[in-house]
């Protein structure tokens, strides 16, 4: 069993809005796996298959326990029934505790908007025992929402993610064909992504998300089911950084 299975629409998406989150919970030893619903092949910049050889790399860095790619099209992730049933069979194969995915509030990408939705239905959906698939029903405890890189409104909870911040960026450097080396020359990009602006709004989040909890890094989540708090005095504490 795993302890935590994150979902994204496309390779680099875990290590992009919730990478400093994972580093975090594997020094804490749970396992953690990763599902791509897609191999990203839709993509200005690379290709499926150079992606998936980035995703190999990123994969490593983190120290993740297993990593799943459904292969559904890129640039058309769409909740219908042959996708949940997709979704479902990994929920039931992996059967994790903890389910994090996108919000799909206020979300620029279709894609993500899409996976978001269809893996919080399919938390649902997999514990039911008239829906059939290899595996016998699983339920998780939890299922927790990551914003786009815009927070557009109030976490719920933020995770620290300093000591893991720079790593995190390292991470996200193993996708080469997706993002900027350090020092390299952007005027010709055609997208966000592939800037440097990029490094500077993901550094832009980290810090708005940290001051809301009072550290220096953070990421922001959304739990539909308030958390229990063992240690209010510790939780509610806050340090000027």
């Known amino acids: 069993m795993i ?10 998406d875990a290590e992009i809005f919730m990478g400093g989150t994972i580093l975090y919970l594997k020094t804490l030893g749970y396992c953690v796996s990763v599902c791509d619903l897609s191999m990203g092949e839709a993509g200005t910049y690379g290709s499926g298959e150079s992606r998936q050889e980035e995703l190999r790399r990123a994969s490593v860095m983190m120290g993740l326990d297993d990593r799943i790619t459904l292969e559904m099209e890129d640039g058309n992730i769409r909740n219908d029934r042959e996708n949940r049933i997709k979704i479902i069979k990994v929920i039931r194969a992996v059967r994790p505790k903890i389910v994090f995915s996108f919000s799909d509030k206020l979300i620029r990408h279709p894609d993500h908007k899409y996976c978001g939705e269809m893996v919080r239905e399919c938390c649902f959906l997999a ?12 339920r998780p405890d939890s299922y927790i929402e ?11 909870f933020i995770i620290d993610i300093t000591p893991y911040f720079e790593k995190k960026k390292d991470v ?18 055609k997208t966000l992504i592939r800037s440097n602006n990029f490094w500077e709004i993901l550094d832009a989040r980290a810090l708005q998300a940290g001051a809301m909890g009072g550290v220096r890094y953070g990421e922001p989540f959304y739990s539909p089911n308030p958390p229990l708090i063992p240690d209010p005095v510790k939780s509610f504490s806050r340090e000027i950084v």
């Open 146 to 156: 990551f914003p786009e890189l815009m927070i557009t409104r109030r976490p719920d």
């Open 3 to 12: 302890d935590i299975l994150v979902f994204g629409a496309h390779p680099d």
């Open 172 to 189: 996200i450097r193993c996708y080469g064909s997706q993002v900027t080396g350090e020092g390299e020359d952007d005027s010709g990009t």
């Open 127 to 138: 514990g039911l025992e008239k829906i059939k698939t290899e595996n016998t029903p699983h």
